[in-house]
């Protein structure tokens, strides 16, 4: 009896003693993916043309306040391919990118049963204009077009380094370095060889009303010469890399008209083995929209995205690489390409016929930049059916992606998806592939 006396006397103290540690707040999301894919491989009779699948994310976060000038951010996530992991086996890491290795066929990678952590940072408030960031963190600038959390991801993207964010009356200055990825090299046993990135950020705050995002970044980016082992797929090297970025993003509305426009480059040089190679690429992503909130919160949009590519006689490397870009809001929903060497145009409209009621349709037509370049996949069925560098046809496909979401409450929605992609000549194979999806989230 005293032990349990004992040991109610100190469950009873340890919340006064979270509290007299810092103020902790808690927050979450938990997500269901069904996924249903028809002739994935743009190849109706592949033996694993067909397949369907359901994907579960738990996501927990928590934030503790040790004083009014520092915090400290933990971000957990779990992932489960529901059926892939039935014995509980603590570490079944499950690779389901849509490589042509074994054992892929066209998910998105997942790790089953690992309780990963996807950030973990302190906050400090130096002063009232200047605060520090240091850790893991997930981070997205501007409109995601060149760095992204891609969170739609079973895992965000996560960065290790540091920031300095300054903020005035009239701009927001960031400034950052992030490590890395490490590679190893062949006449060495462990991984030494390392990439970082380091960068300028400005986001204006005081912008006239029809303007609502001024986005400026530089982005310098340091590489060794490296390789990886994907293991089935073999060894991977990558060029020594020391190149720049400079991108502008500007979004805004007025008059029922919205807008973004985004313009970056990327250039620079790369060197395999002592030959150097010149980078000289850019991209544009272009989208005007206009809307009738008293028509059912009617809006029709247009897009033009484009950026370059390498011709089979180009010395220089013009061939855009996307870097860390938001990959699932770009370029269609079933994430069939990527951008480098893309050219496409969209058309779309979204309205809520009922109230919590939201449906939308796209339509996207792709091409290659340049026709004898190659074209980048996502991660999806592309590697199914290689679009082929060299070749003389430049039409990659159209896709069709029909969306409806029902919101519940304020954290609860069920969204349901059709999309459809029609492959171009520049494809080896010519089924279309289609895609039931369907979603649940519930965030707390």
């Not at 990558?238 to 805004?252: N, S, Y």
């Not at 620079?268 to 008293?294: C, F, H, Q, R």
């Amino acid at each position: 009896m005293k032990k349990l006396i004992a040991l109610i006397a100190v469950l009873s103290y340890v919340p006064f003693a979270h509290a007299a540690e810092g103020d902790w707040t808690h927050s979450g999301e938990f997500r269901l993916q069904y996924f249903n894919n028809q002739a994935q491989g743009f190849n109706k009779d592949a033996v694993d043309a067909n397949d369907q699948f359901i994907m579960q994310r738990t996501k927990l976060n928590t934030t503790v306040r040790a004083g009014e000038k520092m915090t400290f951010n933990l971000g957990l996530v779990h992932n489960a391919d529901w059926g892939s992991n039935a014995d509980q086996f603590p570490d079944d890491i499950n690779d389901r990118g849509g490589g042509t290795a074994a054992g892929t066929d066209g998910r998105a990678n997942a790790t089953n049963n690992v309780l990963t952590v996807n950030e973990a940072f302190m906050n400090w408030q130096v002063s009232d204009e200047a605060t520090v960031k240091a850790g893991r963190i997930t981070q997205t600038l501007g409109d995601g077009s060149v760095v992204s959390s891609n969170d739609w991801e079973p895992v965000a993207k996560a960065f290790d380094g540091a920031g300095l964010i300054y903020d005035l009356e009239q701009v927001r200055v960031g400034a950052f370095g992030v490590t890395g990825g490490r590679g190893y090299n062949a006449d060495e046993d462990f991984a030494n060889k390392i990439g970082a990135f380091y960068g300028l950020v400005l986001d204006w705050k005081t912008l006239p009303s029809f303007l609502k995002m001024a986005h400026l970044h530089y982005i310098m980016v340091k590489r060794d010469e490296a390789q990886y082992d994907t293991t089935t797929a073999g060894i991977l090297t990558l060029p020594k890399e020391d190149a720049q970025r400079i991108g502008l993003t500007v979004a805004g509305d007025t008059a029922g008209v919205d807008y973004k426009f985004t313009y970056a480059m990327y250039t620079g040089e790369n060197s395999t083995g002592g030959t150097k190679t010149d980078i000289d690429a850019d991209m544009m992503d272009l989208e005007v929209g206009y809307s009738m909130p008293a028509v059912m919160n009617l809006r029709v949009h247009g897009g033009y995205h484009t950026d370059s590519g390498k011709k089979s006689t180009d010395t220089d490397d013009k061939q855009y690489n996307g870097f860390h870009y938001e990959t699932y809001k770009n370029a269609g929903l079933m994430d069939v390409v990527g951008w480098g060497n893309l050219t496409y145009m969209r058309a779309g409209v979204t309205l809520s016929p009922m109230e919590d009621v939201t449906v939308g349709l796209e339509y996207l037509m792709f091409e290659k930049t340049e026709k004898s370049g190659a074209v980048n996949g996502v991660g999806g069925p592309l590697a199914g059916a290689v679009i082929a560098s060299g070749g003389t046809d430049d039409e990659i496909g159209n896709e069709w992606d029909l969306v409806v979401t029902k919101k519940y409450t304020n954290n609860f929605a069920i969204q349901a998806r059709y999309g459809m992609f029609e492959p171009g000549d520049a494809f080896a194979t010519d089924d279309t592939f289609s895609q039931w999806y369907l979603e649940s989230k519930l965030t707390f």
